[in-house]
């Protein structure tokens, strides 16, 4: 979310509060650096793995040297769930009862 720089300049102490240089200062620094600070505090959501998706999910097994192939070594599973060019397995309404 977005930080607007109020809390900021109410934090200017009496002393300074009535200077109108310092407090334009003070703001422009912080509308300056405002978008570097929200993009920072983005990160926790942007590399949390809950929200991967696509390309990052790819990308993350290859560091982890994970690939999303299930191994499939159980006999009742037809073979041609592993051959891509088979085309979809054939169902069978007597297995589902």
């Not at 009496?14 to 993009?39: Q, R, W």
């Not at 499939?72 to 069978?92: H, K, R």
């Amino acid at each position: 979310m977005p930080d607007t720089n109020e809390k900021y300049l109410e934090l200017i102490t009496s002393e300074y509060a009535t200077k109108e240089l310092f407090n334009a200062y003070v703001k422009a620094f912080l509308d300056m650096i405002s978008p570097a600070v929200d993009c920072a505090n983005s990160f926790n959501e942007i590399f949390k793995l809950d929200n991967a998706v696509g390309d990052q999910l790819d990308k993350l097994g290859a560091l982890l040297n994970l690939t999303r192939e299930l191994p499939v070594s159980d006999p009742d599973i037809p073979s041609v769930l592993n051959d891509p060019l088979a085309g979809p397995a054939p169902i069978s309404l007597e297995s589902m009862t």
